[in-house]
């Protein structure tokens, strides 16, 4: 089964913090993506990567940055944490492009 | 560019009844076609998928979908809904036009009651 995990389910940070949210996978999947959950909107994705160091941007990549050095790690960044940053952040990979993507479990982020 | 809806935000149904989940899409190519479920406090678990091929689609825990080229739709179906099977359900597409992104409807939460 492919696993994917979160460093964190729950965390609270105050504004203009900086945030690291991460990601692995153990299925040497190519793609890796980032997701914000909010109600009413679905899923809206922020940022995706093919490749080790390579990322594309998403529909929502302000107030973001990602990281990927690793094929199996990729990391999600808010250099300056804000209000409207509070949501629940999901991770995914998925191994060519038709294929399904797998989900971690979520982190759901707080900033005050 | 591509898009999906979920027209309903909730759908009822009594356990042992026939459910729906509908989806309607709207891409420029071929679409890829996907369903997810995501139970309380949980990340999404694949349904199933609409790649090509026979319209009718069997996935997990006996959902099924059916693409309908002309009506642009892909709901998600079951014969006998269960109380466990309450739960908040995505669908998504992916225009073979397009590169690796994954548009998500807005979410469909099904309750089943007993």
């Known amino acids: 089964d492919v696993k994917v995990t979160q460093s964190s389910r729950y965390l609270v940070k105050r504004t203009g913090e900086k945030v690291f949210l991460e990601c692995v996978q153990d299925m040497d999947h190519e793609n890796m993506f980032w997701y914000r959950q909010d109600p009413g909107l679905g899923l809206r994705l922020i940022y995706f990567s093919y490749d080790v160091k390579m990322k594309e941007k998403g529909d929502i990549p302000e107030g973001y940055s990602v990281s990927r050095e690793k094929k199996e790690r990729f990391s999600l960044i808010l250099e300056s944490a804000s209000t409207n940053q509070t949501s629940m952040y999901l991770c995914?990979?998925?191994?060519?492009?038709?294929?399904?993507?797998?989900f971690g479990p979520g982190t759901r982020l707080t900033v005050t | 560019a591509q898009s999906v809806a979920q027209p309903e935000d909730q759908v009822n149904v009594a356990e042992g009844n026939p459910l729906t989940v509908k989806c309607t899409y709207s891409v420029s190519g071929n679409p890829y076609l996907f369903w997810y479920v995501q139970y309380p406090n949980r990340g999404l678990q694949f349904l199933l998928k609409y790649i090509t091929g026979d319209n009718l689609v069997k996935g997990s825990y006996g959902f099924e979908a059916e693409f309908n080229k002309s009506q642009t739709s892909f709901h998600l179906k079951k014969p006998s809904a269960l109380v466990s099977d309450s739960a908040l359900y995505f669908c998504a597409v992916r225009d073979s036009n397009a590169g690796n992104m994954l548009t998500f409807g807005g979410g469909t939460r099904l309750m089943v009651k007993p």
């Open positions: 995914a990979s998925s191994l060519y492009r038709v294929h399904e993507q797998y």
